[in-house]
Antibody, heavy 122, light 107 residues
Framework: QLQLQESGPGLVKPSETLSLTCTVS??????????WAWIRQPPGKGLEWIAT???????YYTPSLESRITTSIDTSRNQFSLTLTSVTAADTATYYC??????????????WGQGTLVTVSS | DIQMTQSPSSLSASVGDRVTITCRAS??????LGWYQQIAGKAPKRLIY???TLQSGVPSRFSGSGSGTEFTLTITSLQPEDFATYYC?????????FGQGTKLEMK
């Protein structure tokens, strides 16, 4: 059974870099059958898509964060990651890693990690 | 960007009621829409994909309809575990965009 688990520091100082990793178990990340995403949710607010990563190497980022985001896939560790630079309090959120299946008409975001809360504060 | 306008933003209902939530896209997204349920403190869970296909394991009291720019999520005979926040998502175009959410509360 597929499981996704986010990990990373729960507290980041303003202007520093937020780094999160998603560990995938129950399926290989090294396949074109799936693609991966990061979604975040500020406390008490709605969901915001951040990034999508494809096995091909293609990536898509939300325009408002594009200049600060880097993503990568580590097939040897079955992980993918998100880096967000120059964080501010507005980046405080629960961050989810998410899987989608590369099947026509299968929709997106069918499997979610439990989420990890990252607080930006000095 | 495609804007997803979800209504209502909140809704009070009782166990056994039928409720409908609407999502309107700012442009044609065909049937590239999903509905997600989020129970407080938990990760979202997909209920519906391709606008009207029920996710495996989701009770049949949930249904979705629509295409193009108008979509609905209907829950017939509300159960206590259905009181949650619901979001629509368009995946027709990047950037992906969610509706602002509908909080379904017990009356």
């Amino acid at each position: 059974q597929l499981q996704l688990q986010e990990s990373g520091p729960g507290l980041v100082k303003p202007s520093e870099t937020l780094s999160l990793t998603c560990t995938v178990s129950g399926a290989s990340i090294d396949t074109s059958a799936y693609y991966w995403a990061w979604i975040r949710q500020p406390p008490g607010k709605g969901l915001e898509w951040i990034a999508t990563l494809y096995h091909s190497g293609s990536t898509y980022y939300t325009p408002s964060l594009e200049s600060r985001i880097t993503t990568s896939i580590d097939t040897s560790r079955n992980q993918f990651s998100l880096t967000l630079t120059s964080v501010t309090a507005a980046d405080t959120a629960t961050y989810y890693c998410v899987r989608s299946m590369m099947i026509t008409y299968a929709g997106e975001f069918d499997n979610w990690g439990q989420g990890t809360l990252v607080t930006v504060s000095s | 960007d495609i804007q997803m306008t979800q209504s209502p933003s909140s809704l009070s209902a009782s166990v056994g009621d039928r409720v409908t939530i609407t999502c309107r896209a700012s442009q044609d997204i065909r049937k590239d829409l999903g509905w997600y349920q989020q129970i407080a403190g938990k990760a979202p869970k997909r209920l519906i994909y391709a606008a009207s296909t029920l996710q495996s394991g989701v009770p049949s009291r949930f249904s979705g309809s629509g295409s193009g720019t108008e979509f609905t999520l209907t829950i017939t005979s509300l159960q206590p575990e259905d009181f949650a926040t619901y979001y629509c998502l368009q995946h027709n175009t990047y950037p992906r965009t969610f509706g602002q959410g509908t909080k379904l509360e017990m009356k």
